[in-house]
């Protein structure tokens, strides 16, 4: 066999174990709520409510990555569990990407051959050993995904400068180029720094210049109208995540030190590795100078950010997975260095052939694992175990029409998914005028409009949590905690409690931290509210109700009676 032939061999192989790996290897996995955002949004849309959130069928960007909620919509469509979808997915990107750079660098001739296959075997391992990008695949978030089309934008860039390459070919590399740098910022909206950043390279060395800005006037015309048409969809250019996220805070500090914490003796090895390639590599290193100026960009953004929930460092996967390209690329230095030392004869000239001997071997004694192992069946048990999953299963089972029902709680996730009621997200993520909220201090217009909007419509259940809770008697006092994910930037005020108690809200039940206010004079019926949601298994209740204080004011909250306590 060929040493072309086997490079792809070695290629499918390599993308082979990735996906083995993550399938049989007992890896966390977490149904995070945030996830389900993804999955409620794919399900509307696979039911004829394109964008909505819940029945009301109103257009919100509430979802980062437009094209992962689409591809999640075959899975709603199919009945196939999403978040299993969403982890093949993530496999797929993941494996993907490693093939396709190091398929890059083996037709640039940043190395030889045979070494661009063990670098792909070394980025591979690297990535796999990573401490969150393993977990990030079983989390249901875009992040992993968001990694092939950042890795397109690289590897377009570094084709589109490869000089051995025909003018035609490079010039249908910038073509690759814009289509990659449209869906990264589909996948991730910040991701369009690092195209602008790969587009300051291209523009500065490219030699087909002309051919280039022609593509680049394309791609604004492209943006243009894509943006006209979220105006047109959604009245407004920016999701609402910009305005609950993209402001300077603590949090994104924070989130960034944390990550160098975890990554310090990392990156100083792979800033060294890159050092030494760019005076080594010199114009076939500009591939390198792009994945590092793009991986800064994304920590600079998020220094300006205030993330909502960091799992597994997920919103700085795009460095992370920089550091390991560059790992990858320094092992195979030394493994060329040793291999000039070391190996002899045939062993030397052959070293290739056998590596990929072993990877077959491995593949063969892996693949019966995914049957036995029963992969679908422990994501779906995993999923199934979620609190979340299991409360809003049991409040749909009792409810004859959960459509017709309007429930407000802090989180859009997995209750709004389970139980398909009319969903008012009291945190804004789906609920854009609660968004804008977020940009005013606060006040009483801010209540004003808060109020005006939850109110307004006409909520029959209120789900809350977030308090620091004692007991006094039969009686539950809470205080609200200042909530990082709430419209209000310190305590939610006296006012928003007080214009519940004045609608109507009684206390019903507690679950654990969560609070259950039931409307006294709900269409659906304050009995029925009642035995739905209060009679879960580990519901409990205080009989003489519920007091909140805020702002030095005590807001009481009657409980509520059932009809055959009353009697």
């Known amino acids: 066999m060929n040493v072309k032939k086997l490079s792809y061999l070695h290629d499918g192989l390599v993308f082979a174990l990735i996906i083995l790996y993550l399938a049989i290897f007992p890896i966390p996995i977490t149904a995070t709520d945030d996830a389900y955002v993804y999955f409620t949004y794919a399900r509307n849309f696979a039911e004829g409510r394109p964008f909505a959130y819940d029945p009301r069928n109103i257009p919100s960007e509430g979802f980062t990555s437009f094209l992962y909620m689409l591809l999640i919509v075959p899975a709603e469509l199919l009945d196939i569990n999403p978040f299993f979808f969403s982890v ?54 875009e992040s992993v995904f968001s990694l092939l089309w950042a890795t397109g934008m690289i590897v377009s860039v570094a ?20 289509v990659m740098a449209f869906l990264a910022h589909l996948v991730r909206p910040e991701y369009l ?6 587009g300051a390279i291209l523009l500065w060395r490219a030699p087909e210049r002309a051919a280039l800005l022609r593509r680049a006037a394309i791609f604004v015309l492209v943006m243009v109208g894509y943006y006209l048409l ?70 600079l953004f998020y220094s300006q950010s205030a993330p909502l929930s960091n799992w597994y460092h997920r919103f700085l996967i795009m460095p992370t997975w920089a550091i390991c390209v560059a790992l990858a690329f320094g092992a195979v230095l030394v493994a060329s260095y040793v291999k000039g030392r070391v190996l002899k004869g045939r062993l030397a000239r052959q070293w290739h052939v056998y590596l990929s001997l072993i ?40 409810l004859a029409d959960p ?31 609660i968004a804008h909220l977020f940009r005013l201090p606060d006040g009483e217009e801010k209540t004003e409009r808060f109020l005006a909007h939850v109110l307004g419509n006409q909520p029959d259940i209120i789900v809350d949590y977030w308090f620091e809770q004692r007991k006094e008697g039969q009686r539950l006092i809470v205080t609200p905690k200042i909530d990082i994910h709430s419209p209000f930037h310190g305590q939610i005020p006296a006012a928003v409690y007080e214009a519940y108690r004045d609608f109507g809200m009684l206390y019903g039940c507690s679950i654990g931290p969560i ?23 580990s519901a409990f209740r205080f009989a003489e109700g519920l007091t909140v204080y805020s702002e030095g004011r005590a807001i009481n909250f009657p409980p509520y009676v059932p009809e055959a306590a009353a009697r």
């Open 403 to 433: 459509n017709s029902l309007t429930l407000v709680f802090n989180d859009a996730g997995i209750i709004p998914y389970v139980l398909p009621s009319r969903f008012i997200d009291r945190q804004g993520l789906t609920e854009p005028p």
């Open 515 to 537: 609070l259950i206010l039931i409307r006294r004079d709900s269409p659906y019926g304050a009995e029925n509210l009642y035995k739905a949601f209060c009679s879960y298994p």
């Open 193 to 198: 720094l690092i195209g602008g950043l790969c």
């Open 230 to 299: 979220k105006l047109a969809i959604f009245g407004d250019l920016f999701p609402t995540g910009f305005y609950r996220k993209v402001r300077s805070s603590r949090l994104g500090v924070s989130m960034l030190k944390e990550w160098l914490n975890q990554y310090w003796s990392l990156l100083v090895v792979a800033g060294l590795v890159l050092i030494l390639s760019g005076a080594v590599l010199n114009r076939r290193a500009m591939w390198l100078f792009a994945l590092t100026g793009g991986a800064v960009s994304i920590l």
């Open 88 to 141: 093949l997915i993530n496999m797929t990107a993941l494996a993907l990407s490693v093939v396709w750079i190091g398929q890059t660098i083996r037709a640039m001739r940043v190395m030889p051959e045979a070494f661009a296959n063990l670098f792909t075997l070394f980025l591979a391992v690297l990535v796999l050993n990573d401490q969150n990008i393993p977990k990030l695949v079983y989390a249901g978030f």
């Open 359 to 398: 990877l077959i071997g491995a593949t063969i004694v892996s693949a019966p694992k995914i049957a036995n192992g029963n992969f679908y069946q422990r994501v779906s048990e995993v999923v199934q175990e979620d609190s979340y999953i299991q409360i809003g299963n049991y409040w749909r089972s009792q």
């Open 159 to 178: 084709r589109a400068l490869d000089a051995e390459q025909t003018e035609r070919a490079r010039k249908r590399w910038q073509s690759v180029f814009f």
